[in-house]
């Protein structure tokens, strides 16, 4: 007999007593309650964010934006959300710019070739293709960060959902995870850190690399002199799951498991989101701390 059954039990014996006290469930007891999954028409994005500048730094140098939306007219229907975190670097005035240069250029971007063209009046449908277009976004905000942000630099992980696809854009040691009901946690992003190059040559381990000095270098960036090419993938999107994108702020000191607990004990993914941010500061909050959690129902 479950928790909640035994409380339905205890209720029908105590019925007409003067003796009867009753409390809140617990958050472990609610768990215990079997809720079916609710089907939606049209699909729904649900999305939470959190940012903070954590408990060691003066200022922020995150930059995040989310967006979603829907078209449905009974005989067609499409979700849309675009979502990206940029972590800036080079300090007050630099990584700052950066962060929010790179996040507003790749936004433009999205809208004018992507959103607007298959959601709005706009008929010129483009002739790239998806991932095409996020690569000249990328492209374009490194451009802009290196003229608007001199001396500075920033990551950037966008995820484009359109329809059960999502196409990601990448450049640095920000992250994107897939999260699963199973308890699986996929890392589906690399992080362009020299640490994480030796982790992949052999010459460091995991444990090894999560301490070393050198662990926030990168070897790839917006503001970069030398020119690069984003990594750019199309995944279908993990339902039921969630998508998660964060700054090195919260992968840093939050494990995967314990992000996976957060994340599936949380009634919403606003609330996820609060808790994961929670977690990061309670685990010193060394830098600042930026998240999104997407999911589709």
Known sequence: MNVFNKLIKK?????????????????????VVDFKPVEMTPTQILVGS???VGRQREHNEDAL???????????????????????GMGGYEYGEVASSVAARTML???????????????????????QELME???????????????????????????????TLAHVGDSRAYFIYPGGRVQMITQ????????????????QEAFVHPNRNVLYRALGQSEPFRPDVQSFP????????????????LVSEAEVFQIVTNARTPSIACKNLVDAANAAGGPDNISVILVQTI
């Open 11 to 31: 209720i029908k014996k105590g019925k007409g007593s003067n003796n009867i006290q009753t409390a809140p469930l617990t958050d472990e007891q609610l768990q």
């Open 237 to 252: 999107m993990p339902r039921p799951g969630h998508l998660m994108i964060c700054s090195d702020g919260l992968w840093g």
């Open 191 to 206: 992080d362009h850190s020299l640490v994480h190059r030796l982790v992949e040559l052999g010459q460091l381990t995991e």
């Open 136 to 166: 000249s976004g990328v492209l374009k905000a490194q451009q802009i960060v290196n003229q608007k942000a001199p001396g500075g630099g920033t990551t950037l992980t966008a995820a484009l959902v359109i329809g059960e696809q999502v």
């Open 65 to 87: 934006y989310a967006m979603s939306s829907i078209l449905a007219d009974g005989s067609f229907e499409i979700p849309f959300g675009f979502f990206l975190i940029a972590d």
């Open 50 to 52: 959190g940012l903070s």
């Open 108 to 130: 433009e971007h999205v809208l004018s070739k992507i959103y607007l063209p298959h959601f709005g009046l706009d008929k010129g449908i483009p002739h790239e293709s998806v």
